[in-house]
Nanobody, 127 residues
Framework: QVQLVESGGGSVQAGGSLRLSCAAS????????MAWFRQAPGKEREGVAV???????TYASSVKGRFTISKDNAKNTLYLQMNSLKPEDTAMYYC?????????????????????WGQGTQVTVSS
């Protein structure tokens, strides 16, 4: 099991930017998926962005062109650069990870695809 610790959340005005970080304990699997999810009060958890071990990225349509997922392998840290933030981006943001063959019948942006989760970091965007 991998430990995930998010940071970088905060409050920002609409149009602003934030960068979230997810520090991961050593992940030794050759194939894996790492992702960012978010959950607003009263709503289901939704996938935001995914980065797999081959370097392939997947984004939710609502954030495509505004958010960028990346990973620093030397630091074992996953990032989410969020630009042009909107009030509807307000949510708790979670980092998640899974071995490549874990529950492959779920899409990569589905929370059931992931086994390990961080505690979350709050992002609040004001208008």
């Amino acid at each position: 099991q991998v430990q995930l610790v998010e940071s970088g959340g905060g409050s920002v005005q609409a149009g602003g930017s934030l960068r979230l970080s997810c520090a991961a304990s050593r992940y030794t699997y050759s194939t894996y998926y790492m992702a960012w999810f978010r959950q607003a009060p009263g709503k289901e958890r939704e996938g935001v962005a995914v980065l797999d071990s081959a370097g392939i990225t997947t984004y939710a349509s609502s954030v495509k062109g505004r958010f960028t997922i990346s990973k620093d392998n030397a630091k074992n840290t996953l990032y989410l650069q969020m630009n042009s933030l909107k009030p509807e981006d307000t949510a708790m943001y979670y980092c998640a990870a899974a071995v490549g063959d874990f529950r492959t019948w779920y899409p990569v942006l589905h929370p059931e695809r992931y086994k390990d989760w961080g505690q979350g970091t709050q992002v609040t965007v004001s208008s």
